[in-house]
């Protein structure tokens, strides 16, 4: 079994910032991509920002320049700094990792996402 747990969002006014976070637990070998995704509703989950094994970074135009997403491989951990919030950055956050885990016989591939956790930038 494999769990990913985020932690971080909340109320904030425009201009603050919020820092999310997400661990991953379980039998895992490896994490390759671990990512930030927003939704809100009645619209599909977009990326917001993605981080290799090896820290290339890629960013979503809305956030670039505001957003820094970062991991820590030791402890299967990503992060997500977020300032200068808008209020158009209001959704709820799901963590995502591409990883491998262990299983009877080696190991297997899969896709996984956290439960999410709500950002609300009001004025």
């Known amino acids: 079994q494999v769990h990913l747990v985020e932690s971080g969002g909340g109320l904030v006014q425009p201009g603050g910032s919020l820092r999310l976070s997400c661990v991953a637990s379980g039998s895992i070998y490896s994490i390759d991509v671990m990512g930030w995704y927003c939704q809100t509703p009645g619209k599909q989950r977009e990326l917001v920002a993605s981080i290799t094994r090896g820290s290339s970074t890629n960013y979503a135009d809305a956030v670039k320049g505001r957003f820094t997403i970062s991991r820590d491989n030791a402890k299967n951990t990503v992060f997500l700094q977020m300032n200068s919030l808008k209020v158009e950055d209001t959704a709820v956050y799901y963590c995502?990792?591409?990883?491998?885990?262990?299983?009877?016989?080696?190991?297997?591939?899969?896709?996984?996402w956290g439960q999410g956790t709500q950002v609300t930038v009001f004025s």
């Open positions: 995502n990792a591409d990883l491998r885990y262990y299983t009877r016989s080696g190991d297997a591939s899969g896709n996984y």
